[in-house]
Structure formats: C-alpha cells, structure tokens
C-alpha cells in the first residue's frame, strides 16, 4: 500500500467512517433471522428495553442500536451486560438519615441533588443533605443471557435490532 | 464623572462626567462602582463593600433579571458605573442597563459579516469605559468607541483580519489616554500581539509582537517558518501596576497546539506572562510557564497584583494559578520566580527547577496512539477569574481536580483562516458547554474552589463541587466570597473556611464573574447565568 499524504483532519474523518463501517451493519451477513429475534426480544428484553416504539423504560431504548454498535459489542452486551454500562443507566442506592433505603438509575447529579427514577417509573428527588450514605451502581440490573439464550437466538436478536437500525 | 443623585421623589438621574483615567487608577475609593473588566488594576476580584457579610448574606433575594436577546453563552463581566451597568449581548451587541431596575437604556448593535467563525466560540468578555466612551473589541477584529450615553458609535478600526483567524474576545484595557487589546485566533494559526489605541482617534500607538520576529531576542525559540503562524493569542485583560508603569498580559498556546514538533524550541512568548512598558509597548520581562507546549496550556489567566511579605521583606508580586496546573509567585517588578508548586493533579512535569522552569517527562507529550495526561485540554484552571483577598490573605481559584485528557498528534498544513491544531484532545468531560444533565462518575474529574496561603501555596480550604465551574470568584471584605458554576448554581462561601452560606439555583452556566456593587447606598451582586444577568440585594433595597 502505498503512503498517503492525509491531513490530520483528513485521516480523522477517515478513521470515523471506518469506524461506521464497523457498525453491526457490517455484519449483516449474520444468519440471524429478525422475525424471530423480534419475539425473543419481546419474551425476554422488551419489559426494560423499548425498540421501535414498543417496550419498557428502564433501560436504554434499542431501536437504533443496531447503527451505532458493531455486532461484537451487541453480543457482548448480551453475554456481559456489566461489561460496558453508559453513565446515564448507573443506579444509585441511597440511604436516609431515617434509614430508609431508595434505589433507582441516576437520572442526574449536582452538588446538592440527585434525581433518580426508581423500579416502578417514578421520578424521585433527594436531597443529599438528607442522606446517610449515597453507593453509585455501575453494574447492570440487566441479567447476563449467556446460557438462557443460544448462540443462534443471540444472532436472531442482533439481526433484528440491526434491521430496525436500517429503518431509521 | 456621572453623579447619581436620589431626589426626594424617588428618580434617579445622572450629572455628565468622566471615568478619568484618575478613577480608573483609584478605582478602589468608588467601590460602588465596576470600572474595569477585573474591577481593578490590580485585577483582585475583591470589594471593599462590606454591607452583605456572612451573617446576612443567607437574605439575599433577587432583585431583577436581564435577559439576553442571544442564545451564546456569556461570558462578560459587566461594568457598573454610577447606576448604569455596561455589558455585552453576545456576540458583539453592547447594552446599558439601569442597575436599579434592569431596564435597558440603549442598546448597540453590532452585526457580524459573514464569515466570521472564530476558533473557540462567538463570545465577547466585555467593554472598557474611559472619559465619556465604552471600547468594545468584535469578532470581526474591529476596535470600536462608543457613546457612553447613547451607545452611537464615536469610531471604529480594524485591528487584523478576521478571514486569517483573528478575533477580539477579551474586554479591553483603558491605561492613560490608550486603549489595550489583543486578538484571539490560537488554533487558527495567527500570530498574536497586542497593540494600544489613542482613545480619542483610534489610531494605533504601539504593538507588542507575542512572537518575535527574525532579528528580535526570542526569535530562535522557534524553527524555520514556525512563528509565522505560531499562535501566540491574547484573549484575557491584562493587569497594570502604576507605580511601575507596567501593564501584564498572559499569552495564549503555541500553534499547531498539539504537535509541537513542527516548532522545535521554547516558543516565545506563548504560554508566558510578558511585562510592558504602558506607554510604549516595550517588555520589560517576560516569564514563561509551559516552554514548548503541547497540551494547549495557555497562560492565559488573570494577572493578580497584590503586596507579599517573602522572606521577611516586602515584595510587589504576583499570583498565577496556571492552567498547566501549577501556582506560581513572580516578582512583578523583575519577573523573578518566587515559587511554584502544583494546586492539581497533573503528570506532565516531574515539578518546578529553581527558575521556574518545567521539568518535563517528555513521554507524556501528544502522540499518535493518544497520551493520558493530567490535566485535560481545559486545564487546572482557566480564564475565569481568580480572586485575592487583603482582609484574609488568601488567593482563591476555580480549580479542576483529577481531570484527565488523552492527547493526539498528528500532521497540520496551515491554511488561512482553517483549523490549525494538529491533533485533538479527549475527554469524557465537555469543553465548555454546560450539561443539563450530568451523570458522569467522579474519576472525570471534579470542580472545586479553592483557597491558597500566597506565600506557601498550601491549601487551606477547598468547596468541592459534583460538576466542574467556569466561573470566576469575587471576594469581599464582608468577608464573603461568591461564585457560580456550571450546575447552575449561584453561591456564598465564607471566604474564611470555605462554608456555604448561600445557594440559589438559576438553571444555566455561569461561565463569567460575579461582581458587586452598590447604588443609593445598597450592595448588590450580579452574574450571568446562562442567557440572562441575576442581581440580588438584601430586603428592603430596590
């Protein structure tokens, strides 16, 4: 190959679009089959997780994760939910100074406050002067499904979400 | 001098007079007033006001809100003067506003060509006031004179080319009959300088050259054609000491900023404090913090001026909390190193030599693979202002703790006016924009304000912040000191110990300095807080 004379800029958007490319659209030679990774989804991800408009709210909405992850990162998501968790999905278990304890994702922090949304969907604000002790969660509520799903039921997920991705 | 005179029947109006160059340099006998960008020569942030003190400041309440005709984030610090209060509508609208009320006297409107795409964000820091004139520097590289009592435009130079990069960002500097600016443009490959200008004519009176040219000393800091467009920026007021006669100036980083291998050398005078004659324009010294930079530390700070007892004798110093996360004393008479230590954490130097002069661990420097170094791009701390306080004797400053950015490097040819940076920086935490939302975790690094004993640079008290701040500090001698920060917060600490005393929420970036002032008797304090100025006053005042 021979050299090029890129730009800074120049090799930078090009290591962008390479990147893209590595998005799980990439792998869509994969022999997943949507359809039937649209009803595993809906059995077993669909309570936490929207995608296309259907689904719970606790966990990130997936409808178009399948354009901004490769398939290696879905898979492992899968397998090791704990692996990689946004800071916007962290959870917070906090105690008061009358020893109850309030769990929930951190929808936001500042000096003073924290707001959090807990199990049930509601919106909770506390007040740090108010707590005993705060533990930020990093790990995932979301259970690992190696061994509760196959490798091919995996790849029926992951073809799903991806064709969802080619939709938008 | 403008005379504001409360009749029995409530009105307040205004007699015609000049802010002299007298008032400026005695500017600390008006303490009702903001005359300056950094409210002093010698650039303190502290007020001799003392009506707000730490056991009333918990009453403050507001007391009226402007609201910007912009969506741009303002960083101005307005003037207070005699009841009005000067600032800048981003980017480059100038109003005069009834400090009483918040209602708008005039308003100056400057619009931009087009074109004009400054390197770092369309912000303006403020105007300068002198005799009965405002001086606004403009995106457009333009020096523009103002009409104090109608905002008409009295003349209007340009200063450089805004198509090669340059802007004007900072607030200028009135010293005598001149008036002092610089330009912005460091990642866009200009070459900086600063230059004054007759106050009465516009007419340029002498420029400083932040590079040296082929001939001057300091030119062999730099390689081959590195100078041409070696950046160099003025962006922040400088201080002045009348007594010496000297005005200061932090400059901005060397460019291309992270590749610092295509301009071998110490780079004069970027990342440096340079010492000017007021009246010509001549260095009388200059002293550099970050030789061969390359993680865009520019010095570009608040020159702080105050008197210092230095191994049992009296010193004219000067205090600098650099964004390469060091705290440095100078000697402002000479530029002699005092003393400096790190008030962060940072890797980049194994520490300070006896000049001064970093000790740098070199495999820290930007690369192709990416370098994690501390601090991030932002740096420790930055161009909002620090603040010292005579009744504590202590120097204050926002301070970024345990803030990390990866450096990359890589090839920059120059083109005019484009992108001239040669590498990029990153970070989890954002630049400048404020995040509604912030749920990042405590190894982004954290906000913090921070209170050093000048003469050992130790720590006496630190307030720790969830967000970082780009909000400069006030001190007062109610022994106060108030600051905001980029939650939205607006505060009171207890200059001594660092106690919150007050805190309201006003839900946008605070990214200037709070100032205070008072009318017909009664303090007041304002900031900006995202696209509006917040005053508050104790209850019963207007």
């Known amino acids: 190959m021979p050299a090029f004379s890129f730009s800074g800029l120049q090799i930078w958007e090009l290591v962008t679009h390479v990147r893209a490319l590595g998005i799980a659209h990439g792998a869509s030679h994969l022999k997943g089959d949507p359809q039937a990774g649209a009803a595993i989804f809906r059995a077993n991800c669909s309570r936490c997780h929207a995608a296309a408009g259907d689904g719970g709210l606790s966990g990130p909405d997936l409808t178009t994760i399948g354009s901004r992850r490769s398939y290696a990162e879905l898979r492992e998501s899968l397998t090791d939910p704990d692996a990689d968790v946004a800071s916007a999905y962290w959870s917070v278990v906090a105690t008061t100074s009358t020893g109850r304890t309030v769990r929930g994702i951190r929808l936001n922090e500042d000096t003073f406050s924290l707001q959090i949304r807990d199990e049930n969907g509601r919106l909770l604000s506390l007040l740090k002067r108010n707590l005993k002790d705060v533990e930020l969660i990093r790990r995932s509520p979301m259970p690992s499904f190696a061994g509760k799903l196959s490798d091919a039921q995996m790849d029926d997920v992951i073809a799903w979400l991806i064709s969802l991705g080619r939709r938008q | ?542």
Not at chain 2, 151 to 164: F, L, M, P, S
Request: aromatic share 12%.
């Open chain 2, 1 to 542: 001098m403008w005379l504001r005179v409360a009749l029995v029947l409530g009105i307040g109006f205004t007699v015609k007079a000049q802010v002299s160059y007298e008032r400026l340099r005695e500017s600390a006998r008006e303490p009702q007033n903001w005359l300056t960008y950094n409210g002093s020569y010698a650039s303190t942030h502290y007020s001799t006001l003392n009506q707000l003190r730490t056991d009333n400041v918990a009453r403050l309440e507001l007391k009226w809100v402007w609201q910007a005709n912009s969506l741009e984030k303002i960083e101005a610090t307005p003037l207070v003067v005699d009841g009005v209060m000067y600032l800048t509508d981003p980017p480059n609208d100038v109003v005069a506003v009834d400090a009483r009320t918040g209602r708008v006297y005039w308003r100056y409107r400057h619009p931009l060509p087009d074109g004009v795409a400054p390197c770092c964000g369309r912000v303006s820091r403020g105007v300068a006031i002198l005799g009965n004139t405002l001086y606004l520097g403009t995106l457009d590289a333009r020096l523009v004179a103002l009409d104090v009592s109608s905002g008409r435009k009295r003349w209007d130079v340009k200063v450089a080319d805004y198509e090669q990069g340059y802007s004007l960002t900072l607030a200028p500097l009135a010293i005598k009959n001149n008036i002092i600016i610089g330009p912005a443009g460091g990642e866009l490959g200009i070459r900086g300088f600063i230059a004054a200008y007759d106050a009465e004519t516009g007419k340029e009176a002498w420029r400083f050259k932040t590079i040296p040219e082929p001939g001057e000393p300091g030119h062999e800091t730099w390689n081959g054609d590195a100078w041409v467009h070696g950046g160099a920026s003025v962006w922040l007021t400088g201080s002045y000491d009348p007594e010496l006669n000297l005005t200061y100036w932090g400059i901005g980083n060397p460019g291309p900023d992270w590749n610092p291998a295509l301009r071998l050398g110490d780079n004069l005078y970027s990342d440096s404090v340079v010492a000017l004659d007021a009246g010509t324009g001549k260095l009388k010294w200059h002293f550099q913090f970050s030789p061969h930079d390359g993680f865009d530390f520019d010095a570009v700070q608040i020159p702080v001026l105050a008197d210092l007892n230095w191994k049992g004798k009296p010193r004219k110093a000067m205090f600098w909390g650099n964004r390469n996360g060091f705290f440095y004393v100078l000697d402002r008479s000479t530029g002699e190193f005092l003393f400096g230590q790190p008030f962060v954490k940072q890797t980049w130097a194994a520490g300070l030599d006896e000049h001064g002069r970093p000790i740098r661990l070199n495999d820290r420097m930007p690369s192709a693979e990416g370098s994690l170094t501390y601090p991030g791009v932002q740096g420790g701390t930055n161009w909002y202002a620090p603040s010292f306080s005579p009744v504590t004797g202590l120097f204050y400053l926002t301070a970024w703790e345990d803030y990390p950015g990866v450096y990359y490097s890589w090839e920059q040819p120059y083109e005019p006016g484009k992108w001239f940076a040669g590498g990029s920086v990153r970070a989890q935490l954002p630049s400048i924009t404020r995040q509604e939302i912030r749920t990042l975790g405590p190894e982004s690094g954290y906000g913090a304000i921070r209170a050093l004993d000048p003469a050992t640079g130790k720590r006496v008290w630190e307030y720790r912040m969830n967000d970082v701040s780009d909000s400069g500090l006030l001190t007062t001698s109610g022994g106060l000191l108030f600051s905001g920060n980029r939650e939205g917060h607006f505060f009171s600490l207890d200059a001594k110990n660092g106690k919150l005393l007050w805190d309201r929420y006003l839900g946008g970036q605070v990214a200037s300095s709070p100032v205070t002032w008072s009318v017909d008797g009664q303090q007041y304090v304002s900031i900006a807080s995202g696209h509006a100025v917040f005053t508050f006053g104790l209850p019963g005042s207007q």
